[in-house]
């Protein structure tokens, strides 16, 4: 059960390895991540997705961007170019394949960079050896998934199957709904990746096109702060420099040895894995605000989901509503950590649970229905493969078909 | 890294292993003129290996890390082989990520060590297998080529999946029968050699570990030109006695006969004009510096 946080006016500590409000090279002042979100003034935008990431990424202090053409993320990647010709990264350059570029970004954390890449949908399938890699590594890079279709036939459309395969990756896992929770999540995300109890590479995902390619209003701060930078010699494990003695690991290679020390030697490290992703928990509810947001609980019927699905529920309540259904709703913002306490928690009195989702698998229904008792309560659905949206009327249809109401199916509209 | 951050404290040194006293007290850490000469005298910077008896990518490593000009700021990256079974014993920073990304590895690495120490000689090399570097990494190594990333890339060729059991490879000659090759190999070794040419690399060399003061002679000029210019490539013949049915003693006999003529492993080696030239001006002065050396007699008491 994740204790109850207090949130004291410094939400996280910050690494202190530069002086706040002095300056970088390009006039930027390093600013506190708490004071940079809770005492700033934050002026309205009119962004399309990608433009956000450039917003993000121009105040992150990152080191090294390595990029590399797929849709629906070429042009968040070709902006962050754009920002290196400007002075606001030390390296960027275009890698030879998915693979490839999760490879050397791997090397720029290694070498004590702060890292930023993105991908999306079949980049993410062929980049994926590296992440375990990662994590197994402790370079917290951070990766923003613009997640699309990853199926033959070819789909560029959004789908967040992706999210599935990357589950057990090691990864701690950001879902954002909007244009605003991405730009903050990407600056957050930083933050709490790189605390030295947790350093472990993040993904923060977003759907594709319908995050990326349009146009919302999103609060930005000024560009004139930027976030104090990476220390690497913060890392629970040593940079690779050669700035500190080298240490001879062991006196045998495990992978080559089937004893008891081999087993201890990877399973501990698994544990590790996971208990630094656990302890990411108290670090990110203060600053995410909690793991999942709530309204209207005591309602007998709840939408479960993530993502943009979320906004498409919160329409489908709306339509409900003027019906006289009354329905509550559940945003999960990070899917690892799972946010299981609080889900069932916020799940504790609902009757129903609808889990609409942007791809055929149902993987966050199946997250939801391995922890709260009484799963038959959970319905894993609606579900939209890539290709289409996701109208509010088929959630609004999913519902009252379960619950036993006549419903005028935009299915069979026309036959 | 001064060699500073390698001494011992007082209060802690009886707990620290003897292979650490030794490391303070006798590697060649900083030691301008240290070459394989050194081996045998000096604490070596391989602890010991784990490789089979008389293997020759032993002999490789000792040597290698015997000739790099500037351990104490070598950052080295493997790959998956028998080279991985060895970097745990070695007393420089070096990492080990998937099988086949080492050039990709490398890339980022080397570009953020120049970022983050502008006025530090970073060197970064990559050691992996033939495996690793020809067939699963060609693209991410030719790549790293063509985009002149400064940094050396040296391939323990085997001319097989070792580490594995004995499957063929691209750099296996043609004609060898292996674990899946079971009627012979059907196509010509790779000519890596003469494609990191044509791919951009400022220095290529082709030999065998037999004789040290080549060895050390690829490794300097690798890590000098790729220093200065950019990417080189050093491919050392280290035949895996085991899987081409040698005894342990046999392995310097095998590479002897692979670089005598006619042999595969003859020693070729190719520089860029720019890359002659800057050899050429280091060996001068080394030798100056040494003639002056030898000119100054020493303080009698």
């Known amino acids: ?415 | 890294m001064s060699k500073e951050k390698i001494t011992l404290c007082e209060d802690l040194a009886d707990i620290m292993p003897p292979e650490y006293h030794e490391l303070v007290a006798t590697a060649t850490y900083g030691k301008e003129d240290r070459g394989w000469k050194d081996i045998g005298n000096s604490k070596e910077l391989i602890e010991q290996h784990s490789l089979c008896a008389g293997c020759p990518e032993s002999i490789a490593f000792r040597y290698i890390l015997a000739s790099l000009p500037n351990p104490e700021d070598t950052v080295f990256v493997g790959s998956t082989g028998c080279t991985s079974l060895v970097f745990p014993h070695v007393a420089v920073q070096n990492i080990h990520s998937l099988f086949g990304n080492q050039n990709a590895i490398a890339s980022g690495l080397k570009r953020t060590l120049k970022c983050r120490f502008p006025d530090v000689e970073k060197d970064v090399v990559v050691l992996a297998g033939d495996g690793a570097t020809v067939d699963i990494g060609l693209d991410m190594t030719m790549q790293s080529w063509f985009r002149q990333e400064k940094f050396t890339t040296i391939c323990f060729d085997n001319e097989l999946y070792a580490n594995t059991g004995g499957q063929e490879s691209g750099l296996m000659q043609k004609g060898f029968v292996a674990k899946m090759a079971p009627a012979g190999k059907t196509f010509d070794k790779v000519r890596l050699p003469e494609i990191a040419r044509e791919a951009g690399c400022h220095y290529v060399a082709l030999l065998t570990v037999s004789k040290p003061n080549r060895v050390e002679r690829a490794i300097r000029n690798a890590v000098y030109i790729a220093r200065e210019l950019g990417p080189t490539y050093v491919q050392l013949y280290t035949p895996c006695i085991l899987e081409i049915g040698k005894q342990s003693m046999e392995g310097l006999d095998e590479m002897k006969d692979a670089e005598s003529i006619g042999g595969r492993f003859v020693m070729k080696e190719y520089m860029t004009d720019e890359a002659k030239k800057m050899i050429e001006d280091r060996e001068a002065e080394e030798k100056a510096k040494r003639k002056a050396a030898k000119g100054k007699k020493p303080v009698s008491a």
Not at chain 1, 128 to 140: D, K, Q, T, V
Not at chain 1, 178 to 184: E, K, S
Not at chain 1, 310 to 335: D, F, H, M, N
């Open chain 1, 1 to 415: 059960m994740n204790k109850q946080v207090d949130s004291p006016k410094d939400k996280i500590i910050r690494s202190q390895h530069v002086k706040l409000g002095t300056k970088n090279k390009k006039d930027q002042t390093f600013t506190d991540v708490n004071t940079m979100f809770y005492d700033t003034e934050m002026t309205p935008n009119f962004l399309t997705g990608s433009e956000v990431i450039r917003a993000a990424i121009k105040i992150a202090s990152v080191g090294t961007s390595v990029a590399y053409p797929i849709t629906p993320q070429s042009e968040a990647a070709a902006l962050i170019g754009e920002l290196y010709s400007e002075g606001y990264l030390d390296e960027y350059f275009r890698g030879e394949s998915e693979f490839a570029v999760m490879g050397q970004c791997a090397g720029a954390s290694f070498a004590g960079h702060r890292v930023f890449t993105t991908t999306a949908g079949p980049g993410t399938l062929r980049a994926m050896e590296n992440f375990p890699m990662w994590a197994g590594s402790r370079l917290p890079i951070q990766v923003c998934v613009t997640m699309r279709g990853i199926n033959s036939p070819l789909s560029i459309q959004p789908d967040t199957l992706e999210a599935h395969f990357l589950l057990e990756s090691g990864m701690l896992m950001w879902h954002a709904e909007t244009a605003q929770d991405l730009f903050d999540f990407i600056l957050k995300g930083f933050i709490v990746a790189e605390q030295p109890d947790v350093h472990l590479p993040i993904a923060t995902m977003c759907d594709g096109f319908f995050v990326t390619h349009t146009k919302d209003t999103v609060l930005l701060p000024p560009d004139d702060i930027c976030l104090t930078p990476y220390d690497p010699y913060k890392s629970p494990v040593p940079c690779m420099d050669m700035e500190c003695p080298p240490v001879r690991m062991m006196r045998d290679p495990f992978i080559m040895k089937s004893n008891y020390i081999s087993y201890m030697t990877h399973a501990s490290w698994q544990q590790e894995i996971r208990a630094a992703m656990e302890r990411s928990r108290k670090h990110t509810i203060p600053l995410l605000d909690g793991l999942i947001d709530t309204h209207d609980l005591d309602r007998e019927i709840l939408i479960v989901s993530s993502g943009t699905a979320v906004s498409q529920g919160r329409e489908a309540i709306r339509l409900l509503e003027e019906e006289g259904i009354k329905v509550g709703l559940v945003k999960i913002k990070t899917i690892r950590p799972f946010p299981h306490e609080e889900v069932k928690e916020a799940t504790k009195n609902a009757k129903h649970i609808f889990v609409p989702e942007f791809n055929m698998a149902g993987w966050l229904a199946r997250e939801i229905k391995a922890i709260v008792p009484d799963n038959h309560r959970v319905v894993a659905g609606p579900h939209v493969a890539g290709g289409m949206t996701m109208p509010s009327e088929v959630i609004v249809e999913e519902i009252k078909k379960y619950l036993g109401m006549k419903v005028s199916s935009i299915s069979n509209r026309g036959s």
